[in-house]
């Protein structure tokens, strides 16, 4: 079955950084683009962040709202993705959820951005 | 940026009718819009993807339609597991965007 589980969310102050990352397992993790998405407590469901496969260059895409700020970076040989988020903001705080496109999303991590 | 405009915003029905909720693009998508369902304090799971292709272990209750800028989600005979927020999404052009999604209430 396919399992996406994320991990390293927590509380941490305004303008500091935080990385999470997903595990990934049950598919080809290295033929998937995988994107990160988030909701703020109450709120609807943004997408953050897009990495595409190797034959397409790592290709990496933004929201604007993060873009400068957040990192989106793949291992494939460990089935990992992560999101380097620097320079963080209250109006960060939100549940990171990983996805394989459409289909298949994690439990999400929760990220809270307060000093 | 395409937008979704989702309506209603809150739906309050009996068990056992058939709702119909609706998602708007601000441009054509073609039929790149997925639906999907999210409880509380659970991630979202799809319901339909491409406007109308189900998918595997979803209730045949749910069905939805549409191309282009108008699309419809369908629940025949609404049941109370089906309290939920409803989000359709696109993925004709980045960035993807949500609707802001319906939150289905059984009276």
């Known amino acids: 079955a396919v399992q996406l589980v994320e991990s390293g969310g927590g509380l941490v102050q305004p303008k500091e950084s935080l990385k999470i990352s997903c595990a990934a397992s049950g598919f080809t993790f290295s033929n998937a683009a995988m994107y990160w998405v988030r909701q703020a407590p109450g709120k609807g469901l943004e997408w953050v962040a897009r990495?595409?496969?190797?034959?397409?260059?790592?290709?990496?895409y933004y929201a604007d709202s993060v873009k400068g700020r957040f990192t989106i970076s793949r291992d494939d040989s460990k089935s990992m993705v992560y999101l380097q988020m620097d320079n963080l903001k209250t109006e960060d705080t939100a549940m990171y959820y990983c996805t394989a496109g459409t289909d298949y999303w994690g439990q999400g991590v929760m990220v809270t951005v307060s000093s | 940026d395409i937008v979704l405009t989702q309506s209603p915003t809150t739906l309050s029905v009996t068990p056992g009718e058939t709702v119909s909720l609706s998602c708007r693009a601000s441009h054509s998508i073609g039929t790149n819009l997925h639906w999907y369902q999210q409880k509380t304090n659970e991630s979202p799971r799809l319901l339909i993807k491409?406007?109308?292709q189900s998918i595997s272990g979803i209730p045949s209750r749910f069905s939805a339609s549409g191309s282009g800028t108008d699309f419809t989600l369908n629940i025949n005979n609404v049941e109370f597991d089906d309290v939920s927020s409803y989000f359709c999404q696109q993925t004709q052009s980045w960035p993807f965007t949500f609707g802001s999604g319906t939150k289905l209430e059984i009276k």
């Open positions: 990495i595409r496969t190797k034959p397409n260059n790592y290709a990496t």
């Open positions: 491409y406007a109308s």
